[in-house]
DNA sequence: CCGGATCCGTTTCGATACTG
DNA sequence: CAGTATCGAAACGGATCCGG
C-alpha cells in the first residue's frame, strides 16, 4: 500500500523546492561570499564576518555540494588547499540574491556600501551580466 | 560595560537583514500565500498545502506583523474572523518571490502551474505589475 | 597550518493536545 | 476559529581533535 504521494508532499510549489534548498540562515550566505565576495576556501567562508561555526559551515558546504549548487576542488597552486566555486545552478541565484539584497538595503537600511547597492538596484540585468562575466572568467582557472 | 556594538554584528549587509526577516522555511510560504494565492485566514494557511503547525504559524505571523511585513484586522463582514493582508513593505518581497519561484520550477521541476511560471519567467516586470495592481484594488476592502 | 569531524550543552523548531 | 501549552526532536554553536 504504498498509495500515499509521500515524498512529493512539500513539493507542489516551486517555491517550496526553492526553500528546501537553502531556506536556512547560512546556506545564501555562503553563496553570496562565492559570488559577490570573492570569497573561495573554507577559511576565508569562516572569517566572512557572519561567525560561522565550523561545523555549521561544513554542513552548509556538503549540503549546497550535493544539490549542485557549489563544487570543489583542489587548488591548483597549492594541493594543501580546497577551493570552492559555483556552478552554473548556483550562479543562476544571483537574481534571488540581488532582490534580497535589494529589498534589505531598502527597509533595514545596514550601513551598507552605497554604491553598489544603487548600481544593483537601478541596473539590475547590468548587474547580473556583470556577475555573470567574472564568474564565467573565473571558471577557466 | 556596553561598549559591544553587539546587535549590529550581524547586519553588515542587507542580505543578513533579509535573511533575519524570513529566513526560514515557513516565513515565505505565508508570503507566498498572500501574494499569490490569495489566502487571508489563519485557517486557509493552515490548509495551504505543506501542513505547517499551528504554533509555528502563529509564530510566524507575529513575527511578520512585527516587521511590518503584514497586517491583521478584524473581517468586517464578520467579526469573528481576522483577516490578514501584506502592507507594503510585504509586496515589495514579489520580486524575491517571482525569482525564487522562477529558480525552483528551473532546477527542481516540480509539478507546477506551467502557464503562470512561463509568465512569471518571460515577463517579470508585467506579472509583478498584475500582483501589485491585485494588491492595491484588494487594499480598499 | 588547512579542512573538516566529533562531542556536548543550549536554543529553537515542530507535532499534538488543548483552550478562549 | 484562532490561537497557547507542552514536550520531544532537531539545529545551533563552541571547543576540541584529527588527517594531510
Request: aromatic share 6%; glycine share 6%.
Amino acid at each position: 500500500m504504498p498509495a500515499k504521494p509521500a515524498a512529493q508532499r512539500r513539493s507542489d510549489c516551486p517555491l517550496n523546492a526553492t526553500l528546501e534548498a537553502f531556506g536556512d540562515r547560512w546556506s545564501l550566505l555562503v553563496v553570496r561570499d562565492l559570488m559577490l565576495l570573492g570569497r573561495r576556501t573554507f577559511r576565508e567562508f569562516l572569517e566572512s564576518g557572519e561567525g560561522i561555526a565550523t561545523n555549521i559551515l561544513s554542513d552548509r558546504l556538503q549540503r549546497l555540494e550535493a544539490q549542485g549548487i557549489v563544487e570543489k576542488r583542489p587548488d591548483p597552486a597549492d594541493a594543501r588547499k580546497v577551493l570552492y566555486r559555483l556552478t552554473a545552478k548556483g550562479l543562476d541565484l544571483a537574481p534571488i540574491l540581488v532582490e534580497m539584497i535589494v529589498w534589505g538595503a531598502r527597509y533595514h537600511d545596514t550601513a551598507a556600501p552605497p554604491s553598489q547597492i544603487r548600481a544593483m538596484t537601478r541596473h539590475r540585468e547590468r548587474f547580473l551580466a556583470e556577475v555573470r562575466k567574472r564568474w564565467a572568467e573565473a571558471g577557466r582557472s
